[in-house]
Structures are given as C-alpha cells and as structure tokens.
C-alpha cells in the first residue's frame, strides 16, 4: 500500500511504451472496491512524463473515466507519442485492468507538454473569495474535533469522515478554510449544518482548503502527479455538498471525463498551495464543477473542469 503521493504516482516499465504502477490505486470517497479517480490520472500523468525530455512541461491533459479503476491490482499503462517537436510534446496514455479475467480499460488521457518561453503578458483571474493564509487555518481533523467537543456533532461523524476520505490526511498536509461549505458541514455529511454561504446560490458558493504533499517531492511526475490527485477530489459530489445532502442522497456519482491545465511550471505541491472549487451547471443527470489551484501569493497554478454523472436514487 502507498504510504504517500511519491507512492502513488510511482511507475515501472514492463516494456517498450509499456509501464505499470507500483501500487494499487487506493478508494476514497467510495466504499466499494473502486479505487480513486485521482490515482488513474495521476499515474497516467507519471507515464507520460516518462515519455518526454526534462525541459517541456504539462500544460493540458484531457481525460475520459472509461469504467471503475480497482483497488484490487496494479494498474497497466500503454503510451504512444503523438507528436515532439521543438515546441511541444503529446502523448496518449492508455489505463487497462485486469478484472475478472479481462483485461479492461478503465482511463484514457491525451497530454499536453511545451517548453518554457517568455511571457508577453503574466496575469491570473484572482480566487473567489478572500482566504486566510494556511498558518491561520488548523487541520481537519482539529476542526472536528472541536465540534464534536462543542457537542455540534456526534463523535462518530468523524470516525465515518476518516474512513470515507482518510486517504487525504495520508498524503498530504491539510488546512481547512473556515468559510468553506465543506469545512462548514463536513463534505455534506452533517446536514443540518448552517454556513455562512447559506444566503447564496448553489453557483455561487465555495469551496476551499490549504494542502501540500506531507513529505518533499523531487520530480516533475511527482508535482505534477500531486496537483492531478488532489483536484480530481469532491468535484463529483460538490453539488451535493452545496444542497444540504451526501453520498446516501444520490444513486451512482462518478466523474466521467475531465480537463487539466496547467498555467505555470512555477510551484512545488510540497509548499503550500489553496485549492477552490465550485459548481457551475446540473441537469440530465449529469454536473458540471470546477477547482482552481493558487499558490500563496495567488498565482493561478492549474484549473481541473469535471463532467460527473450525478443519478436519482432509487
């Protein structure tokens, strides 16, 4: 089992465009034998950087979830190169499985590198409401425990949160915002919850939260893997979270493709960096949501875009 994001996004080659993870990808948010959205991606990121010369970076990966990842084997990689010029680099990247004795794709991810060059222009659209830097925050689980202490919530909300979304506080460094809805109503597990958002439009409200990686990261794979892994977290799921309900409300609620960009090569996922996220449109069971990741100085570092199925329950 991968003990951190440096775990995580670890790939071997088994042949030639041909590599597999070291582990196998973990469940969070889901608890069925699926593993999380943001293992696939982020491992397939790790193959493509494999792939391709030290000087182009990521700028864009486009993503489709094909079928359920499993938690119960490693995961099989094909790449192919697409095209490397002087420019730009682009690979496809290929996930497969084997489950019940089929060999099943379950992720597929065109990527997007280029070489540095000067900037024209350098500007960022700025976060949507005004945070508190991470040293003002305290950790999720401190929160919690503050609120189970103050008797808001019962103690065993907390237990059924780590096990739901532990694999978060494994990897990584945590800060919770306190005006974000998620901190506020504890990802929409405790319903009768009031926030300070309350007042607003289910388009309008915010999410937030401080993260970096919890032990020093080295290579580009790894930053990169990193940021890919916490963005596809709770995009599926925030229209619930933003209406007073969770996970028990819905039938099946899933990511099923994505974009990834990225704005600049010019930040480390082991310092620490604001993750928002909002939700922009809902309707034929389907969501539309949106995360933006910012360093300290609120620079725009990348902006994941997630098309969710989101069904009734039945």
């Known amino acids: 089992m991968a003990k951190s994001i440096k775990d995580m996004v670890r790939v071997r080659s088994s042949g030639p465009r041909q590599f597999e993870s070291e582990f196998a990808p973990e469940k969070m948010g889901n608890l069925a034998d699926i593993g999380f959205g943001g293992c696939v ?30 938690t119960t084997d490693k995961v099989k990689f094909t790449v192919e190169e697409i095209r490397t010029t002087k420019s730009f680099c682009t690979r496809k990247v290929q996930a497969y499985q084997k ?26 659209v700025p976060t949507r409401m005004s945070w508190p830097d991470p040293e003002e925050c305290t950790t999720f689980q401190a929160h919690l425990d503050t609120l189970v202490k103050q008797e808001k919530i019962p103690p065993i ?19 919770a915002c306190p005006e974000s809805v998620s901190t506020q109503n504890i990802s929409g597990l405790d319903k009768h919850a009031a926030t300070t958002q309350d007042h607003l439009t289910i388009t309008q409200k915010t999410n937030s939260m401080w993260f970096r990686s919890s ?11 990193a940021i890919a892994f916490v963005t596809d977290a709770a995009l599926a799921f925030l229209p619930l979270t933003f209406s007073r309900m969770f996970l028990d409300d ?4 899933s990511s099923m493709d ?11 996922a082991d310092e620490w960096l604001l993750h928002e996220q909002h ?11 949106v995360g933006r990741v910012y360093t300290k100085d609120r620079r725009l570092v990348a902006t994941m875009q997630q098309m969710s199925i989101l069904r009734v329950k039945l």
């Open 250 to 253: 819905a039938g099946p609620v």
């Open 279 to 289: 939700t922009e449109a809902g309707e034929d069971g389907r969501t539309y949501s």
């Open 41 to 70: 991606l982020s491992m397939a990121i790790s193959v493509a950087h494999q792939t391709v010369p030290a000087s182009y970076f990521l700028y864009s990966s486009l993503g489709y979830y094909l079928g359920p990842t499993l």
């Open 99 to 124: 489950q019940k004795d089929v060999e099943r794709n379950t992720f597929y991810l065109i990527l997007e590198f280029h070489v540095l060059e000067p900037s024209l222009l350098v500007f960022h």
């Open 258 to 268: 994505l974009t990834l960009h990225f704005h600049t090569s010019r930040f480390r």
């Open 157 to 175: 909300m907390p237990k059924i949160y780590k096990k739901i979304f532990g694999q978060f506080s494994k990897y990584f460094d945590l800060r």
């Open 215 to 225: 032990i020093p990261l080295e290579s580009a794979s790894e930053h990169y893997g």
